[in-house]
């Protein structure tokens, strides 16, 4: 088990890697933003990537996961190179058509456009109709880049050709963050210049992608292919579509009751969850080929092994969760030596800090969704997860609109974790019923316990005001430490594990053949993937 356990290591810092970076070069522009843009044009940009994240999904009608479906070789599996051209071209060209057509109506109607994407309870949009124009027609373009792209990256998987395919995201997302810079400062273009930057990264993709393009493309539709394609790739987009709802529907109805300025200060503080989202996110990268290969290799130590797995991801979420809970609004605040100023500079941003942990907190139950989707691949019980990912969709709307009203920001915040607490309970009641594995409840419920006596311990002194400044990082590192010995105290670790955790240490990992992972991402990653204006 323990080899099993430090080759999913090993694998998760392998497909990890393009993931982090990439995500790291985008997460730079943040504070980039929020202290060269006022929380009103941060929160123009913030609502026009909300919805280029949906309509994404309706330009690429589910192709992606059909072209996966239809066009992956099994080993020593042959095929022609007319049927292999026919399926890449077949679904490239369905996208650039109907894509071209929905992007020629957006262009056409969007000085109409603009006053339902970009209402603004708090204030006129009025003055800015011809600039935001500009942007939405803009965003159509991109979206249209980005779609094209999706089929050509999806052959790269294929192919096995990882590194060109993250050395194609790297690039593009390096040249949006050059770009940003030269835009938005050099030639002071402001939340334009966020816009014009991701449509020539998305443009230089493209071009980068000309050459898997080239060799599989002939001018045909073949109608037998997207027969089959189509069908399947459909079956995907509702729950692609609930799957976005649970990430980004927060952000248009903040929009409708608070406005622009106000949605600007949430994303901010939202994106602060960075590092939890990024964990999060190396784990799943590596999880599926995982789970997949040892229960195919061993089901009945796969259980057991998949139970261990679980807790030891809730054990470093837990403590990740309490370290920056505690210390990352403070790091938010302090003059950093390298740029010389605060990250939130504005003092406007300030005051959403309070939703950080719930944010947290909500990347670590999508985590708990990612471990518990394990038995629901195994078994091929896939067709619940639309309804899963609606229950999610489903909570997330209804408690924006409840909560938004009477908490603020705070509302939007505790709505998705209550979405994707939600869709972590739903996942794990159905894949218990196909796949049981014995989790060790116990132990992770003393963890939580014990995380969350910190938690509030600190909430309380905080808010009493008795302590400050350097007394109170003395405060938070103390408890930091009495969590950590209250948890072994409270004998988390068996004596196996201890010894096996300094075998660990001690040996050093054995060399463990990576293997690249050809499924389709799930909808849940897919918003955190794009190049997002902050």
């Known amino acids: 088990m323990?080899?099993?356990?430090?080759?999913?290591?090993?694998?998760?810092l392998i497909y990890g890697t393009t993931t982090v970076v990439g995500r790291f070069l985008n997460f730079l522009?943040?504070?980039?933003?929020?202290?060269?843009?006022?929380?009103?044009?941060?929160?123009?940009?913030t609502s026009m990537y909300a919805y280029i994240s949906f309509i994404n999904i309706i330009y690429t009608l589910g192709l992606e996961a059909a072209y996966f479906r239809y066009a992956s070789k099994g080993e020593g599996e042959k095929r022609s190179d007319k049927e292999e051209r026919e399926l890449f071209s077949s679904p490239f060209l369905f996208v650039l058509i109907f894509g071209g057509v929905l992007t020629a109506i957006a262009m056409l109607f969007?000085?109409?456009?603009?006053?339902?994407?970009?209402?603004d309870p708090k204030s006129d949009i009025t003055p800015w109709?011809?600039?935001l124009t500009l942007l939405l027609r803009i965003s159509a373009v991109i979206i249209l880049l980005d779609s094209l792209n999706v089929i050509p990256f999806a052959a790269l998987r294929i192919d096995r050709r990882a590194k060109w395919f993250g050395a194609i995201r790297l690039t593009g997302i390096a040249l949006t963050l050059a770009l940003n810079f030269l835009f938005i400062l050099g030639m002071h273009k402001g939340v334009e210049g966020i816009f014009v930057a991701n449509l020539i990264a998305s443009a230089a993709m493209m071009v980068m992608l000309g050459p898997t393009i080239w060799r599989r493309f002939e001018l045909k539709i073949a109608r037998p292919v997207m027969k089959k394609l189509l069908p399947f790739g459909l079956t995907n987009v509702p729950a692609y579509i609930s799957a976005m709802m649970v990430q980004v529907i927060d952000r248009p109805i903040v929009q409708a009751y608070l406005g622009l300025a106000v949605l600007g200060i949430y994303q901010a503080n939202y994106r602060m969850g960075f590092v939890m989202m990024v964990f999060v996110s190396l784990f799943e990268y590596a999880w599926r080929p995982f789970f997949l290969r040892e229960a195919r290799t061993n089901d009945a130590r796969a259980r057991q092994l998949f139970s261990r797995v679980f807790t030891y991801f809730m054990l470093i979420a837990c403590l990740a969760f309490l370290l920056l809970a505690f210390f990352l609004p403070e790091m938010l605040t302090v003059r950093l030596p390298i740029i010389h100023h605060a990250i939130f500079q504005k003092k406007e941003y300030l005051d959403g800090l309070s939703i950080i942990p719930v944010i947290l907190a909500a990347y670590i139950f999508q985590g708990m969704y990612t471990n518990f989707i394990a038995g629901?691949?195994?078994k091929e019980h896939n067709k619940v997860l639309p309804a899963i990912t609606g229950i999610g969709a489903g909570v997330n709307i209804v408690t924006n609109i409840v909560l938004i009203p009477i908490m603020g920001i705070m509302g939007a915040a505790l709505a998705t974790l209550f979405a994707y607490m939600a869709m972590a309970a739903a996942i794990y009641r159905q894949s218990q019923k196909v796949?049981?594995?014995?989790?060790?409840?116990a132990r992770v419920g003393l963890l939580a316990g014990v995380v969350l006596l910190g938690y509030v311990v600190e909430r309380l002194i905080t808010m009493s005001q008795i302590l400050t400044g350097s007394t109170t990082l003395l405060l938070l590192r103390a408890l930091i430490f009495g969590v950590v010995v209250l948890i072994l105290f409270a004998r988390f670790f068996s004596k196996g594990e201890i010894a096996a955790i300094?075998?660990?240490?001690?040996r050093g990992g054995s060399r463990a053949k990576p293997t690249t992972p050809l499924s389709t991402p799930?909808?849940?990653?897919?918003s955190e993937e794009r190049k997002e204006g902050g």
């Open 435 to 441: 796949y049981p594995v014995p989790y060790d409840w």
């Open 2 to 12: 323990l080899e099993q356990l430090k080759a999913l290591s090993k694998e998760t």
């Open 110 to 119: 969007a000085p109409q456009l603009v006053w339902l994407i970009f209402r």
């Open 502 to 506: 300094r075998a660990l240490v001690g």
């Open 376 to 378: 629901i691949y195994i």
């Open 129 to 131: 109709v011809p600039s």
């Open 522 to 526: 799930e909808p849940i990653e897919l």
């Open 29 to 45: 522009l943040v504070p980039f933003y929020i202290n060269v843009l006022d929380p009103k044009m941060y929160g123009v940009s």
